[in-house]
């Protein structure tokens, strides 16, 4: 899709999130900042909200909105790291990467805000983040509430540990229904000119499941592919629009023993497409079902994805979870 993403161009204010609980929360939070956990599945609209409240609470939200996606950190090396553009002023290679992430932490959190009398840091996917270093992300909140609100994202709240949950207030974002998706929906085809019909509207959110992301990207490829969203474009698009080609190729380059390819598409499908652990656990099942796998690989992968589910339903990273799928099962195959 060449076009810019229509969930870049059509990012909602904060009067167009489809919950109004969650509207009339962080309205409140404008003129009277407080720090906040935002709790909910993937793709629920969990930073689209808090873009959404930075814009109306910021003369300047580009400057005063520092976002750091704390999977950046956990999920790779000292040296990758170092090597990203956002991150290599702030350290030094000597650092260990314990001293690498708190550094990041301090840094952010110390600028002085460039508009207003405050800025918003937001920590996306904290659920990552190991209970030291919380204690750490606890005393740079202490150290810097005067002039920092502080945002944690988080999809499991019990993994934040007691001193940071009481420091904030909580606003849970559940999954939008199919009406609420089905109305943002209609409100982004009117503005981009483009014929619709209820039943062909419908049909993407309730594709959907949710996920404000799938919704949005479905109707913009089914708009792109048909140049309407119509239930029978919807259907015709939709069905063409799956990851199955993505997903077989994770498992080729898992069978085949080039693990760095098959994480590399994994976090594509987890970071971009907005899938949870779970799904893409069972979507790799599927596909696998449906390949030309011998016997002996599909029985070892469903052998080895009974532990790993388990995992997943319990752990704090799918990433981690599911490339130790792919390595067991492939280094299985190579035995």
Not at 34 to 43: A, E, F, I, K, T
Not at 243 to 264: E, M, P
Request: proline share 4%; with cysteine; net charge negative.
């Amino acid at each position: 899709m060449d076009a810019p993403l229509w969930t870049e161009t059509h990012a909602p204010a904060l009067s167009d999130l489809p919950q109004p609980e969650v509207r009339d929360r962080l309205r409140r939070t404008v003129d009277e900042p407080m720090n906040l956990v935002l709790q909910g599945p993937v793709g629920v609209g969990k930073t689209a909200a808090v873009r959404a409240l930075a814009r109306e609470a910021h003369d300047d939200p580009d400057a005063d909105l520092v976002e750091i996606n704390v999977a950046d950190f956990f999920g790779r090396s000292k040296k990758q790291i170092a090597d990203d553009p956002r991150f290599a002023h702030l350290v030094d290679r000597s650092m260990s990467k314990r001293e690498m992430v708190k550094h990041v932490f301090s840094e952010a959190a110390s600028y002085a805000p460039i508009a207003g009398d405050y800025k918003t840091i937001l920590f996306d996917n904290a659920e990552t983040v190991r209970k030291d270093f919380q204690q750490a992300l606890r005393r740079v909140m202490e150290r810097h509430h005067r002039t920092t609100q502080f945002v944690i994202a988080t999809r499991q709240p019990s993994r934040l540990i007691p001193p940071i949950r009481s420091r904030c207030f909580v606003v849970p974002v559940r999954k939008p229904t199919t009406d609420e998706l089905r109305d943002v929906l209609v409100e982004i085809v009117k503005r981009e000119g483009v014929d619709y019909d209820d039943a062909g509207v419908e049909f993407v959110a309730g594709y959907a499941d949710g996920n404000v992301r799938r919704a949005i990207l479905s109707a913009q490829a089914t708009a792109t592919a048909e140049g309407e969203v119509t239930m029978d474009a919807a259907h015709r698009t939709i069905k063409d629009v799956g990851h199955d080609d993505q997903l077989k190729s994770v498992l080729a380059d898992a069978r085949a023993g080039d693990y760095r390819d098959a994480r590399k598409t994994l976090g594509t499908l987890l970071d971009d497409e907005g899938y949870e652990g779970g799904d893409l656990l069972r979507a790799l099942l599927r596909v696998a079902r449906r390949s030309d796998l011998g016997n002996d690989d599909l029985a070892r992968l469903h052998r080895v994805a009974g532990a790993v589910d388990l995992d997943i339903a319990t752990g704090t990273d799918d990433r981690l979870h599911l490339t130790h799928l792919l390595t067991a099962w492939g280094e299985e195959a190579h035995a």
